[in-house]
């Protein structure tokens, strides 16, 4: 192999172990920092990031990649998917100065501990000036990159290359045209089939117990992985080392099981990517869609399935027997898949999710554009909050402060949610066309069809291709919200008469 190219490979390995670091640092800010070290991981992050800032800027590898661009038509396939991404990567890297690139760290580290303090709190006002700063670094990293006209494009890019506002708004318009009226409908069938009464007194060591057995026979390797608990379930790391959260309530056992199952989706894909070419393009994730269709699907397509719970119900009985006394297997699948507008997206039915995703969408967009001011963001929160999904938040717990995302300035990651359900759709499609009596196997507690499915077409396929190109390469159809109005017609259709 070309001796340009292996150098370049041990650059990359160089550069990707030091990220792997600043990784594990966030996972354990979020699950073990004790509350008076914050200052402290702020400093820890930012010198971690100015170490990888200088890796991926490493002027040899700029010399590398000049001398495999000149004999770029005598590699193979993937070493030019290999050249190709790090030559975009070295071109963003070297145009962001080391002090910005520590700057945002630094401030990230600190705005996750204001987030969680005005949560806490219930309070927008004194964690307004953190989302004002990371604004303000936002548009000032897209004007280092030459997007200063369009930095919503920008930060959308980031998480999902080959994605803009302009191809967003167009897929969630006609998302939205057919979601709402099928909303309405599923809504008012929901009203009229009782759900079981509230759940109670479900022991966190028991839940913990069964998500953790539930995952592990989905395919998720506890050999290669763990999972702890944070205020907002989260998926860190490779499939080298994959770090899960989620968190836990007595009285809701099926919010941790779901959060658990859906970061497991993640780690799946993680663990699915060809380990040994994890710090180059051929062992990464193909954007936060990708990722998110993974997530979405084994959440939602096979968990709230009738087939799983024919396999796992008698298993959660077992574990909560006294809990579910008088609960009757219909009641529960109802419950599982009960339809209720709510406040908060992470506890959002799948019918209504996406309507927690457009909201933020369009804010967003308006924060980028200037429409709409950051201290205004509560009230235009509460507002949209009310127009699309029908109820007002009481305060800003639950409203403006109840994400994550942009404590770490992760503009343009949320729109991934809803184009990763479309995507998780259209594969599924894809998949049951292949094998018809796919569902058969999970009423048997057999999941490696389906993970084996997803490796073949997707997981091993790393970075290959764009997730557009993926995604009409898998399914032999453009992305469309088409499938995921049709797969909610199915199964609340049926579910709600």
């Known amino acids: 192999m070309n001796d340009a190219y292996l150098r370049l490979i041990d650059r990359?390995?160089?550069?990707?172990l030091i990220g792997s670091v600043q990784g594990l640092l966030g996972w354990d800010e979020q699950v073990n920092l004790p509350p008076d070290s914050a200052d402290f991981r702020a400093e820890q992050m930012a010198t971690i990031a100015g170490l990888e800032h200088a890796a991926a800027s490493d002027p040899q590898i700029g010399t590398l990649l000049a001398e495999l661009g000149g004999a770029f038509a005598d590699l193979d396939q993937d070493c030019q998917v290999v050249v190709r991404e790090a030559r975009q990567d070295f071109d963003r890297v070297t145009k962001l100065p080391?002090?910005?690139?520590?700057e945002k760290a630094r401030h990230s580290s600190a705005a996750y501990h204001a987030w969680t303090k005005a949560r806490t709190d219930r309070e927008?006002?004194?964690?307004?000036?953190?989302?004002?700063?990371?604004?303000?670094?936002?548009k000032r990293e897209a004007e280092y990159q030459g997007w200063g006209d369009r930095p919503y494009d920008y930060a959308i890019d980031l998480h999902d290359p080959g994605f803009s506002a302009e191809v967003i708004d167009q897929l969630f318009a006609e998302l939205k045209m057919g979601l709402i009226p099928l909303v309405k409908k599923i809504e008012a069938a929901a009203a009229a089939n009782k759900t079981v009464s509230p759940l109670h007194g479900f022991p966190v060591d028991a839940q913990r117990s069964f998500l953790e057995?539930?995952?592990?026979?989905?395919g998720f390797d506890y050999g290669r992985g763990r999972i702890d608990v944070s205020p907002h379930p989260f998926c860190e790391g490779s499939g080298a080392d994959v770090r899960m959260t989620t968190r836990f309530q007595e009285d809701d056992p099926l919010d941790s099981l779901f959060s658990a199952i859906h970061e497991a989706g993640h780690g799946l894909y993680e663990q699915g990517l060809p380990l040994a070419d994890h710090a180059t393009a051929l062992g990464q994730h193909a954007g936060m869609a990708m990722h998110e269709s993974q997530s979405r699907m084994w959440e939602n397509q096979v968990s709230r399935s009738r087939a799983f719970?024919?396999?796992?119900?008698?298993?959660?009985?077992?574990?909560f027997g006294a809990q579910l006394d008088g609960v009757s297997s219909d009641q529960l699948y109802r419950e599982i898949n009960a339809v209720r507008p709510t406040l908060i997206r992470v506890d959002s039915d799948e019918v209504h999710y996406n309507l927690?995703?457009?909201?933020?969408?369009?804010?967003?967009k308006k924060l980028f554009s200037g429409e709409l001011a950051v201290k205004d963001l509560p009230e235009a929160w509460n507002d949209s909050c009310e127009e699309i999904l029908g109820c007002r938040p009481t305060h800003d717990g639950e409203g403006v402060l109840q994400?994550?995302?942009?404590?770490?300035?992760?503009?343009?990651?949320?729109?991934?949610?809803?184009l990763?359900?479309?995507?998780?759709?259209?594969?599924?499609d894809a998949v049951r066309r292949e094998m018809p009596d796919l569902e058969s196997d999970f009423e048997r507690g057999k999941f490696s069809r389906l993970l084996n499915w997803l490796r073949l077409n997707i997981h091993q396929q790393g970075k290959s291709r764009p997730a557009l190109e993926r995604v009409e390469i898998v399914t032999k159809a453009p992305l469309s919200p088409r499938s995921l109005l049709a797969y909610l017609e199915e199964r609340y259709g049926s579910l709600y008469n």
Request: charged share 25%; glycine share 6%; proline share 4%.
């Open 12 to 16: 990359l390995k160089h550069r990707y």
């Open 98 to 102: 080391a002090e910005f690139v520590e």
């Open 124 to 138: 927008f006002a004194p964690y307004a000036p953190f989302i004002e700063k990371h604004l303000e670094l936002a």
């Open 213 to 218: 057995e539930v995952t592990a026979k989905l």
């Open 309 to 319: 719970w024919r396999h796992f119900e008698s298993r959660f009985r077992e574990f």
């Open 356 to 364: 927690h995703i457009i909201l933020r969408f369009e804010l967003e």
């Open 403 to 418: 994400d994550v995302h942009w404590s770490g300035g992760a503009f343009g990651y949320f729109p991934s949610y809803c």
């Open 420 to 428: 990763g359900n479309m995507i998780a759709a259209q594969n599924w």
